[in-house]
C-alpha cells in the first residue's frame, strides 16, 4: 500500500520560511514523478514544484514559485523536500505531496497523479 506522509507546514509570517517533507513508503518502482500541489480554499490544486525519481536531475516550477521555492529529493530516504522561501499571504494554502508511476511533464496537472498525501496546511500572515 502506497503511503505519502507530509510534514513541515504551519504559519510564517510574509518573508519566512517553511520546508516541507514527504515520506513515501510503499512505492518503490522507479521512474517514478513526484510533485507538491496546492489548494486553497475555494480554488483548485495547482502543482507549484515537480520532481524526477529517476536517473536526470529535472524539476519543474511555474513562474509564479520561481525563485522562492526549490523541491528536492532524498533517495535513500524515499522523501522529497519543499523549501519555500519569501513566502507570501497568497501562498497560503493545503500542500500535498503526489506522485505519479513513470516520467514527468511540464504538462501535468493535479488529475495525473496516483497517489496523494493527506496534506499539510501552510499559512502565511502579512
Known amino acids: 500500500q502506497v503511503q505519502l506522509v507530509e510534514s513541515g507546514g504551519g504559519s510564517v509570517q510574509a518573508g519566512g520560511s517553511l520546508r516541507l517533507s514527504c515520506a513515501n513508503s510503499g512505492y518503490t518502482y522507479h521512474p517514478a514523478c513526484m510533485a507538491w500541489l496546492r489548494q486553497a480554499p475555494g480554488k483548485g490544486r495547482e502543482r507549484v514544484a515537480q520532481?524526477?525519481?529517476?536517473?536526470?536531475?529535472?524539476?519543474h516550477y511555474p513562474e509564479f514559485v520561481k525563485g522562492r521555492f526549490t523541491i528536492s529529493r532524498d533517495s535513500t530516504k524515499n522523501t522529497i523536500y519543499l523549501q519555500m522561501n519569501s513566502l507570501k499571504p497568497e501562498d497560503t494554502a493545503m500542500y500535498y505531496c503526489?506522485?505519479?508511476?513513470?516520467?514527468?511533464?511540464?504538462?501535468?496537472?493535479?488529475?495525473?497523479?496516483?497517489?496523494w498525501g493527506q496534506g499539510t496546511q501552510v499559512t502565511v500572515s502579512s
Open positions: 503526489a506522485l505519479k508511476s513513470g516520467g514527468c511533464s511540464n504538462d501535468y496537472t493535479a488529475a495525473d497523479f496516483d497517489y
Open positions: 520532481i524526477y525519481m529517476g536517473g536526470s536531475k529535472y524539476t
